[in-house]
């Protein structure tokens, strides 16, 4: 005697969703995992090593206030910004003069950015060296608007984002945050 077990197409559609969600969830777990791993600050175990940063390694990010950590890497290639902060290639690196941009997804290291705040703080810390940022205005622009990287008469950072930060898909707009580097005299003080 044959067995002979028949789906509904229904049924066989709700299997196949289920199976999809699991593979996505899963996919998603794993780039996380992997950002967080790389991102990780050393604990009290690895304080000992060299606190030299890696060669493709520009420093860090943070946002105290966001509880944002990120290495930054230079480049802005899917590969880095699955991982790290990245930086736009034609901009001044820490510690030259101008405005300094940064880009990251706004589902991993930037979906913090929509709490931020005129004020707040923002470091760069590379090598020994930490940049102090203050947050002075945030901006909603079109993707084809690159007058966020023009010079702004000072020492600033510029982060970008995708937005709106709940959309599906590729997302119309950029959310932009402009910083001013603080005075030497102020960051020896913070």
Known sequence: MKLTIRLSPARLLESALWIASIVLLGYVALIQFQAWSFNRVPNATTASLPAKAPRDSMGRLEIPRLAISAKILEGTSDATLDKAVGHLTNTPIPGEPG??????HRDTFFRPLRNIKVNDEITITDQDITYRY???STAIVLPTDLTVL???GHDSLTLITCYPF????????RFIVHARLLPQ?????L
């Open 185 to 189: 005299s102020t960051q020896s003080l």
């Open 99 to 104: 405005n300094i941009a940064l880009a990251a």
């Open 134 to 136: 203050r947050v002075d």
């Open 166 to 173: 709940y959309f599906i898909g590729s997302a119309p707009k």
């Open 150 to 152: 023009d010079s702004r």
